[in-house]
């Protein structure tokens, strides 16, 4: 009975839920114990902790580097002349959900004109779902307007407005868990041949997105057990938008295509695609979570008892960087997007009791995702403070403060972090040529985006930081954020 008792505490959000924020306490205050305790072995975790994020800072920029160079070379080939799409791609459906709140009506035409100019050979074969929120009247109204503008295009198009029952929270996966539910309704579409695309409000999608995913679903072994993933481009608004919105906006799409390059921790962002059949199978998409990209995944791998993974499709699909009226809402607006994504340190309490009950996964395999879920979040909150402080340490001990190692620390720290630093260049260099294939650059952009990465260590410490910390203590004290709060969307023209 008291094992029962101790094993319902340890898999309770009560216990789960201060994972996060104890971890992020430890990992922080350790190298201040390791300093009180034995400074030679503080030397030897300092070395070895600058050495590890440097390396990794350039591993990143390889796979980076990679990622695009292989986006650029499968963009070269024509996938409408091979056999697979010529024959096999013809009975495949597909379904792209676009849900709509406090969208202006240029940035909803501008979604429905990139879907309805693609390549795809059997455009007949798709059908674009524009889904708002009953409660937003005037987006609603924008939707039917354009509706009855591109109705007769040669894609189908549908109206599902979204009207929150009961049991659903104000978020996006409530919303598109109902346009899907009414699809199949209406339309009883065959769950083996119907891909399901789900997508942000801002989203244009490139012209060969549809050929692209047919492809690669066709060729994928157990193609049901599988999200596929494209690649977001920020670059919709990019002139417009400020410095520090544009540098995370790239830096999210730079850890996309770093993370397409490690298969077995790829996870689901923003702009993807799932089979009928798996989407029934994990039971859609919760309809009571703020943040549901990896929260997707992980129904979707239990649901499949572990044998499932991210497909990377080599599409890209272009998105708004956050921008409002002036800067401070701006600011506002892209703290809280970052608070939002960095409140998926709450998946592990959905995590580790479904590795705990299920018996099919083998026991390595749940120690390594269980392992990086945790530490993916920890690094988002405590590495850059760390790293930073890290080299000042001497100077809070007092019988250190005299010592050689206050003034040798500090110093070796700032040598890593000018090396680190100067490789700045490196991305700075590359979001330029991303940035020009997808936006028009203006000579004084090129200025701009060079030195808009000098400002990178501040941001870290700050806007990149800060939303996660107070993600994992708002989690530790149950302090739960519970209503998707849209990033707002500003007209284009």
């Known amino acids: 009975m008291k094992n029962k008792s101790l094993e319902k505490f340890f898999l309770s959000q009560k216990f789960l839920s201060k994972i ?37 800072a350039f591993e990143s920029y390889y796979y980076i580097l990679v990622s695009y160079l292989h986006l650029l070379s499968v963009n070269q080939k024509d996938y409408k002349k091979t056999r697979i799409i010529k024959e096999d791609a013809k009975n ?23 879907v309805l100019n693609n390549d795809f050979p059997y455009m007949k074969n798709i059908t674009v779902i524009l889904a708002p929120e009953e409660r937003d009247v005037e987006t609603t109204e924008n939707v039917y307007k354009i509706y009855e503008k591109y109705k007769d295009s040669e894609a189908n198009i549908v109206v599902i407005p979204h009207a929150i029952q009961p049991w659903d929270w104000k978020v996006k996966w409530a919303n598109i868990t109902y346009a899907i ?42 193609p049901h057990n599988a999200i596929y993933q494209f690649t977001p481009v920020y670059s919709n608004n990019w002139i417009k938008s400020t410095f520090f919105a544009r540098l995370i906006a790239i830096w999210t799409t ?24 798996c989407l029934r199978k994990s039971d859609y998409w919760s309809r009571t979570s ?54 998926g340190c709450s998946d592990i309490e959905y995590v580790i009791p479904e590795f705990y009950h299920n018996k099919k996964i083998k026991l390595i395999e749940k120690i390594r995702k269980i392992t990086y879920l945790v530490v993916n979040h920890l690094f988002w909150s405590w590495w850059a403070l760390t790293l930073f402080f890290i080299g000042y340490l001497p100077w809070v001990i007092d019988n250190l403060k005299n010592s050689i190692i206050t003034l040798t620390i500090p110093l070796s720290v700032s040598l890593v972090f000018t090396l680190i630093f ?36 501040t941001l870290t ?29 500003m007209k284009r023209n």
């Open 422 to 457: 100067a490789t700045i260049a490196f991305p700075s260099f590359l979001s330029i040529l991303i940035m020009k294939k997808y936006t028009k650059f203006r000579k004084r952009d090129y200025l701009i985006n060079i030195f808009q990465w000098l400002l990178i260590p």
């Open 181 to 222: 539910k009414e699809f199949t309704r209406l339309y009883s579409p065959d769950e083996e041949n119907t891909l399901i695309i789900t997508t942000d409000w801002d989203a244009k999608v490139e012209k060969n997105i549809f050929t692209f995913l047919a492809y690669h679903f066709l060729v994928t072994e157990m």
């Open 290 to 343: 703020i943040v549901e990209d990896w929260f997707q995944y992980w129904r979707s791998y239990f649901a499949w008892d572990w044998v499932f993974r991210i497909v990377n499709v080599p599409a890209v699909v272009k998105m708004d960087v956050v921008e409002e009226e002036n800067l401070y809402k701006t600011i506002k607006s892209q703290y809280k997007q970052l608070r939002r994504w960095s409140w």
């Open 92 to 114: 495949l459906k597909f379904a792209i959900v676009l849900p709509y709140i406090s969208t202006p009506y240029d940035v909803i035409e501008d979604s429905i004109i990139s």
């Open 254 to 277: 730079f850890w996309q295509l770093a993370e397409s390059q490690n298969p077995e921790f790829y996870r689901c962002f923003s702009t993807y695609a799932m089979s009928l059949k």
């Open 461 to 489: 410490l700050t806007l990149f930081s800060i939303p996660a910390i107070e993600s994992q203590l708002r989690y530790f004290f149950n302090w739960r954020i519970d209503v998707f709060e849209a990033t707002k969307k």
């Open 20 to 56: 996060p924020f104890l971890l992020f306490v430890i990992i922080l205050f350790f190298p201040i114990g390791l300093l009180r305790t034995n400074y030679r072995i503080w030397l030897f975790f300092i070395a070895f902790y600058i050495s590890y994020w440097a390396i990794k």
